[in-house]
C-alpha cells in the first residue's frame, strides 16, 4: 500500500508570503498526485491534479510540481482566504490514500 | 448539477454495523469511467480514504479495513451503500462520498456526515 507524507504539519505565514508544502508519497505514483484544500466544516476542495493541472475556477496563485516520489504545492502569495488545511492525495494505485495535511495558518 | 448527499445514523453503538447511504444527482453511475468512493475524517484528522465502486460493478477497498467494509450500489436509485461492520469509538468520524469520474480524482463531495460510535 502506498504511503504519503506531507511537510510541514503546521506552516504559519502571512498574507502576501510565498508557501510551499512538500509531499511525498511511498513509491513511485508517476504524476497521479492531486492536491485538495479543506477549511472547517467543510468538504474537501480540488486544487490541483495530475500533480500540475490546475482544477477549473481555481485562482492561479496555487500550482503543483513534481513526478514520482516528491512533490510540491506552492501558494505564490498567500491571501486571507487561503488559511486552510492542505491534503495530497495519490491516485496511482487503486486505492486513493491522502497524506497527513499541512495546515496553513496566521503568523 | 452534480449532487451528492450522504444520509445514515448519526450514533451507534460499539460492535453494531453502520449503513450509510449516499444519493446522488446529474450523473449516473452507470456511465463508463464513473465511480463513487467514500472518504472519512475523524474529528480534528486526516482524511482516510475507504473504498469505491466502479459503473461496472468493480470494488475497491482500503486495505486495513477490507474485512469490514462493503460498498454496493443501486443505479436505478442514484445510490451507493457503505456498511461498515464492528464499529468501534476510534471509527467516529464525518464520513464523506464523493464523485471519481476523472479516474481516481474526488472533484465533487458531499456535505459529509458524522457519525459517533458510543455505548
Known amino acids: 500500500d502506498i504511503q504519503m507524507t506531507q511537510s510541514p504539519s503546521t506552516l504559519s505565514a502571512s498574507v502576501g508570503d510565498r508557501v510551499t508544502i512538500t509531499c511525498r508519497a511511498s513509491?513511485?505514483?508517476?504524476?497521479?498526485l492531486a492536491w485538495y484544500q479543506q477549511k472547517p466544516g467543510k468538504a474537501p476542495k480540488l486544487l490541483i491534479y495530475k500533480a500540475s493541472s490546475l482544477e477549473s475556477g481555481v485562482p492561479s496563485r496555487f500550482s503543483g510540481s513534481g513526478s514520482g516520489t516528491e512533490f510540491t504545492l506552492t501558494i505564490s502569495s498567500l491571501q486571507p482566504d487561503d488559511f486552510a488545511t492542505y491534503y495530497c492525495q495519490q491516485y496511482n494505485s487503486y486505492s486513493g490514500t491522502f497524506g497527513p495535511g499541512t495546515k496553513v495558518d496566521i503568523k | 448539477q452534480i449532487t451528492l448527499k450522504e444520509s445514515g445514523p448519526t450514533l451507534v453503538k460499539p460492535t453494531q454495523t453502520l449503513t450509510l447511504t449516499c444519493t446522488f444527482s446529474?450523473?449516473?453511475?452507470?456511465?463508463?469511467?464513473?465511480?463513487v468512493g467514500w472518504i472519512r475524517q475523524p474529528p480534528g484528522k486526516a482524511l482516510e480514504w475507504l473504498a469505491l465502486i466502479y459503473w461496472d460493478d468493480d470494488k475497491r477497498y482500503s486495505p486495513s479495513l477490507k474485512s469490514r467494509l462493503t460498498i454496493t450500489k443501486d443505479t436505478s436509485k442514484n445510490q451507493v451503500v457503505l456498511t461498515m461492520t464492528n464499529m468501534d469509538p476510534v471509527d467516529t468520524a464525518t464520513y464523506y462520498c464523493?464523485?471519481?469520474?476523472?479516474?481516481?480524482?474526488?472533484?465533487?463531495w458531499g456535505q459529509g456526515t458524522l457519525v459517533t460510535v458510543s455505548s
Open positions: 464523493a464523485l471519481n469520474r476523472d479516474p481516481g480524482i474526488y472533484r465533487y
Open positions: 513509491q513511485s505514483i508517476s504524476s497521479w
Open positions: 446529474g450523473f449516473s453511475l452507470s456511465t463508463s469511467g464513473v465511480g
